[in-house]
């Protein structure tokens, strides 16, 4: 909201009619409202609507690209504090999806809808830019297919939570996106070793939950060549495990997965990653295991929790 603001209040009459207009159809709709209708509401004349955007589908194309600029313009503030690219996408997508702006999201799509089928790829030809430009900065490779899929996923769960007002699904969803997700679990038949280990990690997730420390220790290596790294902690040898566990805090009971990788690396070695949150908490946590079968079952032998402030 501070960049659309900021964009529209350079000073130029086009600018600041442009304001006005937003506002005015942020609270009421643009719906199939005439030029005339428009320019009554703010109290001007709609031919200085025409003078200034040339026609009613002029003035929505300025409406969705004002839209459309603070975006972009969050994204390349975002930019210059993140390093990491996926943890610049979650921070893009809390801040578009947050309740603040929602009547914002709200109007582009619906300004999207009556803006008429255009052979300009402005909309998203601006954000591959803007990415190549970031990208850039970042020193990685600039993946404008990649881009172009993450800005319509993007836009999509946006859809999603106008209509259900679901924040937490649709951010679950992208979750599973930026791990692949959408080529795991049911839309990949997940092979034996990875549907064995995918039920004894949903066991851990269970017994975490319940504090059930014997079930949690039960399914680590029993070597000194296990190695878990927490948030503030590190355990090396399953000795070091159990000890810690002893005496550390349980975690959260509100502490639900946001989304879930099973990968099979090799015969009898599973890697599963999960990312999860507890409650309300905006805070994401990651966590990563190595499983591999033993001659007593699969066990856990690397472990590693990690957290991203929200």
């Known amino acids: 909201m501070y960049h659309l603001v900021k964009l529209l209040s350079m000073g130029s009459a086009r600018d600041v009619l442009l304001t006005r207009v937003m506002a005015d159809v942020t609270e009421h709709g643009i719906g199939d409202r005439s030029l005339r209708d428009l320019a009554a509401s703010i109290g001007t004349s709609h031919r200085l609507l025409i003078y200034h955007f040339g026609s009613r589908a002029g003035l929505v194309d300025a409406v969705v690209a004002a839209v459309e600029a603070a975006q972009r313009a969050t994204f390349a503030d975002l930019a210059a504090g993140i390093t990491d690219p996926t943890d610049l996408v979650r921070a893009l997508w809390r801040s578009v999806s947050a309740p603040a702006v929602r009547s914002f999201v709200r109007l582009f799509f619906e300004s999207l809808a009556y803006r008429g089928e255009s052979s300009s790829d402005d909309l998203t030809g601006t954000w591959l830019d803007e990415s190549e430009r970031v990208a850039a900065e970042l020193g990685i490779r600039f993946d404008p297919v990649g881009i172009r899929l993450g800005v319509a996923v993007i836009r ?13 699904t649709a951010e679950a969803s992208l979750e599973r996106f930026l791990y692949g997700g959408f080529m795991s679990g049911a839309e990949r038949d997940l092979s034996a070793d990875e549907s064995t280990v995918s039920a004894l990690s949903d066991a851990y997730e269970a017994a975490l939950v319940r504090n059930d420390l014997d079930a949690m220790n039960a399914v680590f290596w029993t070597s000194p060549e296990v190695v878990r790294f927490g948030v503030a902690d590190m355990q090396v040898g399953y000795d070091d495990v159990v000890a810690w566990r002893a005496t550390a805090q349980p975690v959260n009971p509100t502490r639900r997965t946001l989304s879930k990788s099973v990968l099979a690396l090799a015969p009898g ?28 079952g699969w066990r856990i032998v690397r472990a590693h929790v990690s957290t991203i402030v929200g």
Not at 156 to 168: K, S
Not at 269 to 296: C, H, L, M, Y
């Open 269 to 296: 070695v599973v890697a599963v990653d999960i990312t999860f949150r507890n409650g309300d908490d905006p805070t994401i946590g990651r966590q990563s295991q190595t499983w591999v079968r033993k001659p007593e």
């Open 156 to 168: 999509g769960l946006l859809i999603d939570v106008i209509a259900t007002g679901d924040v937490a």
